[in-house]
């Protein structure tokens, strides 16, 4: 047989009423004490509505009126989630529990915003960041999405947290300062390593590197063209230019080939100069020994 008590307490103390009201049956119990918390499901609740699930029963049910499950709270495992249904109960939409996987299955969910325009929509609200990401137990901020400025900017930060290494900004300076970038390859050894094609309109070389003028110093010695007949001769190349089969085997440094390539114009002109020295002087001589 069920039980049904009931018990209703005014207090008087100091002026003040506290209702203190209890509904009990063999299922249920409600209660509401003195400094107006009610429980259901327990005799101690410890906030304004304590809900606690009788014999490992889920907490809380919602349904339409059509008996369709809309949402429920539930501590079944010792794990409390929420979870929220579609329009016939039937699929689950939304779930957030504690410690086992929490998903949203809704066509577009927006945060910040109520009119989502894509799967996620963010909108930071009087000027704050719209997403920050921080490493799991640690106040370390990882990554930042920005739109405070007006121009949306997208940073990475450094292992500590401190300092951003890549930032990608739609107006401002973006930049990449952690590690090696590749393109068209995972497995960059370079600073930027492509693999494929590269395209600019200019191309400059602002680091230390030393160029070719030496070549025209008075102490510079000009290799013996004779000299260098026979390393061509034998190597199939110029003198401190790599072959071909290097090159194709370890590449070639831009800056440094084209100082080197420098150097061999440079030569080249002051063996030019020489010869039209020498071809001057035979003019030279012939036209004197004709007017003789």
């Known amino acids: 047989m069920t039980r049904i008590s009931y018990v209703l307490m005014v207090l008087l103390t100091g002026g003040h009423q506290a209702l203190k009201a209890q509904v009990t049956t063999s299922e249920v119990k409600v209660e509401t004490t003195s400094n107006n918390y009610t429980g259901i499901g327990s005799t101690s609740p410890t906030a304004t509505l304590s809900l606690k699930g009788l014999n490992n029963n889920r907490v809380l049910d919602g349904y339409n009126i059509s008996d369709d499950l809309m949402f429920m ?154 000299l260098v007949e026979k390393y061509i001769e034998k190597n199939g190349h110029l003198p401190e230019i790599p072959s071909e089969s290097e090159v194709i085997e370890n590449g070639y440094n831009i800056g440094n080939m084209d100082a080197k390539l420098l150097q061999k114009i440079e030569e080249l002109t002051l063996y030019v100069i020489a010869q039209n020295k020498r071809i001057k002087h035979l003019e030279d001589e012939v036209s004197n020994l004709r007017k003789k």
């Open 73 to 226: 709270i539930n501590t079944l495992s010792g794990n409390p989630y929420i979870s929220f249904y579609n329009a016939t109960g039937v699929v689950e939409l939304l779930k957030l529990s504690t410690v086992g996987s929490s998903f949203i299955k809704s066509s577009q969910v927006a945060i910040g915003s109520d009119s989502p325009t894509a799967t996620l929509t963010l909108r930071g609200i009087s000027n704050n960041r719209v997403l920050d990401g921080y490493q799991g137990g640690t106040s370390k901020l990882m990554f930042m999405i920005n739109t405070s400025s007006g121009w949306p900017d997208f940073s990475l930060y450094n292992n500590l947290g401190t300092s951003v290494s890549v930032k990608l900004n739609s107006n401002g300076d973006s930049y990449f300062n952690g590690g090696n970038l590749g393109i068209g390859t995972t497995t960059p050894g370079y600073k930027l390593d492509v693999n494929g094609s590269l395209n600019a309109n200019s191309l400059y070389n602002s680091g230390q590197l030393e160029w070719s003028d030496f070549v025209f110093n008075e102490d510079y010695d000009l290799p013996d063209l004779s």
